[in-house]
């Protein structure tokens, strides 16, 4: 029997249907708009607190200012994360989605009027360091060429189980904070083997900003993603 | 100059304040009709990864079978959490959200179904773990008499900043895994000072699953509001 909840669940699902195949034809407006004017683009995902801007804070001191990145931020509320990323000399666009009811992610909209305010021409990398969220960043495409993914050890090895999308949609997992593991009961092979099996093709690296272990190793996957970009 | 951007997100807006008017009233509904009942409904909150289901299941282990409960678990997807909360003894009713499209939240009228499956006369404390995530079940009233948010220390003191409304529509503040303080540089006082600016009357505990601590001072607080509930 269809009661009035399982009209009311196919509606919402119908609106979610219709809201996901908008924002994937603005992601890929984006993606045709920054491969002409030559800008790789990073988008970076995580639970809030895994340790996304610190990362991204080694990240650019390393590779600037030989790659010309900027930065959009995407938060609820504050400029808390730009203030940081700032201090690395890179342009940085602090989105707040509280002017946009609050969203838990950033949509293929919100990235390119955010890109308004960059200067595309005079950028080669573009960094989105998104929502701290792992359920709605995963479904809405932001026009990114590669996705990345900050898992950090104290969050737990079964996350794979319970966010399976946000998994399977990036190019790289970072085990981030991995000095922690010591104190915190993670079991890296079991958590390596619940993520192949959600994407076989995922490169996994471990890193800790404390102690820098790893970071070498990420932003060389990331230049060689930037060389590799340009080539194509 | 209005933009087709500006137009969306007034539109996006208003489509955001229908469904949030129309969960209210629903979770109003929620509410009456777990007062009728004499169940207690406490809602916890918190990021992916911060300890909700460890410390549901050090509660359960202390409060029951003196206090009958019974628990709804919201994920995206898989029983991996309910599985958990299973061995204490509880019904446990799993709500997997991509059945709704993938929602990051607990809508009220999510929890209106799957009430439909617990013994509500048999109940006299319902726990709703929602979805890890510090944006959305903010925004979703579920019903419940009371909200508890867990933040656990590795997430970091600026979460407040970030996340304001959740920290805003808690009653009580669970600083968990408090025993990985050496390791983390996490500043309570400062974290208090930002919790308290949004929410001066919210209870802010600290915990940690591992060695016990502050679990009693938790269970304590679960027990007086619902003692405080019945004289109602």
């Known amino acids: ?71 959009i931020v995407g938060d ?25 009811g609050g969203d838990c992610h950033l949509a293929a909209h919100v990235i390119e009027k955010a890109a308004d305010e960059i200067d595309l021409a005079a950028t080669r990398l573009l960094i989105i360091e998104n929502v701290g969220n792992l359920v709605c960043p995963a479904e809405f495409d932001t026009g990114s060429n590669k996705n990345a993914m900050i898992l950090s050890i104290p969050e737990g090895d079964d996350k794979p189980l319970k966010y399976p999308l946000m998994f399977s949609v990036c190019d790289i997992l970072v085990l981030n904070k991995i000095d922690s593991m010591g104190i915190f009961d993670f079991d890296v092979p079991a958590l390596e083997r619940r993520v192949r099996v959600l994407n076989p093709g995922i490169l996994i690296l471990t890193a800790s900003c404390k102690t820098g272990e790893g970071i070498e190793r990420w932003t060389a996957w990331l230049r060689d993603e930037i060389r590799h970009s340009r080539q194509q």
């Open 1 to 71: 029997m269809e009661t009035v909840n399982d009209k009311r669940r196919m509606r919402e699902i119908k609106v979610v249907e219709r809201v996901l195949s908008v924002n994937a034809r603005m992601a890929e407006q984006n993606r045709r708009r920054f491969a002409e004017k030559g800008v790789f683009v990073l988008n970076v995902m995580s639970s809030p607190g895994s340790g996304k801007t610190a990362t991204l804070q080694k990240t650019l001191e390393r590779i600037m200012p030989e790659i010309k990145a900027a930065v």
């Open 76 to 100: 609820v509320s504050t400029t808390h994360d730009a203030d940081r990323l700032s201090v690395t000399g890179a342009p940085v666009v602090q989105v707040n989605t509280d002017a946009f």
